[in-house]
């Protein structure tokens, strides 16, 4: 079955730098792969998607890497700001209406 | 994408009692998916609601201790019954919606069994 790890459990960066959290995946049929964002006591924020036919896509400051050889994808944060301190989890699922299957969660902490 | 409202957001309950939580989308959506996220981890698949079908149930949890209704393509429930401070954790529905991008969840609901 799918399993999809994160390679650290936090994240600690000064303001205005950029962040990278990093994620791997079991599952070479997975073809599909979100980031999310979780604040505390709120469900996940959609962040960013990337499908499997490509290998890099950018968003409003973020940007999500695949990387489908070593089965490893991340998420960037450009000028990491104080409203992006959260919990961040990637989920990868196989497409067709089947079931995100998340990873561990990585804390991102600002430092202003 | 769709809006999913959830409800209750929170509740604290008593051991051994049962409670309901609801999730109604805006859009017919084929499949609902159930999760559960305790204390401080990451998200885990309960299970796939389709309509008109009984639920699938993942590995570790039974429908006997979280039975499920999917009545129609925009409502379902989620029960977790005979609680324990175990079941102590936040509930969230799920669904993907083909119009928009990911998957969309409910706000959570957040269960203290004390």
């Known amino acids: 079955g799918e399993s999809v790890g994160l390679h650290l459990p936090t994240l600690s960066v000064q303001e205005g730098d950029n962040s990278i959290i990093n994620c791997a995946y079991s599952n070479s049929a997975s073809d599909y792969f979100i980031w999310y964002k979780q604040e505390s006591g709120k469900g996940p924020q959609f962040i960013i998607d990337?499908?499997?036919?490509?290998d890099k896509r950018q968003g409003q400051r973020v940007t999500v890497l695949l990387n489908k050889t070593v089965k490893h994808l991340s998420l960037q944060i450009a000028a990491t700001q104080p409203g992006d301190s959260a919990v961040y989890f990637c989920?990868?699922?196989?497409?067709?209406?089947?079931?995100?299957?998340f990873g561990k969660g990585t804390r991102l902490s600002v430092i202003a | 994408s769709a809006v999913i409202s959830q409800k209750p957001s929170r509740d604290i309950c008593q051991r051994g009692t049962s409670l309901t939580i609801q999730c109604q989308v805006d859009s017919q959506v084929t499949m609902m998916f159930w999760y559960r996220q305790q204390p401080g981890q990451s998200l885990t698949l309960i299970a796939t609601?389709?309509?008109?079908?009984?639920?699938?149930?993942e590995s570790g949890f039974v429908i006997d201790k979280f039975p499920i209704s999917r009545p129609n393509l925009t409502f379902s429930t989620l029960t977790v019954s005979n609680m324990s401070p175990e079941d102590s954790s936040i509930y969230l529905c799920?669904?993907?919606?083909?119009?928009?991008?990911?998957?969309?969840f409910g706000s959570g609901t957040r269960l203290t069994v004390v």
């Open positions: 990337i499908r499997s036919n490509m």
């Open positions: 989920a990868a699922t196989i497409s067709g209406n089947t079931p995100l299957v």
């Open positions: 799920s669904v993907e919606v083909g119009t928009g991008p990911g998957y969309t």
């Open positions: 609601a389709n309509q008109g079908s009984e639920a699938t149930y």
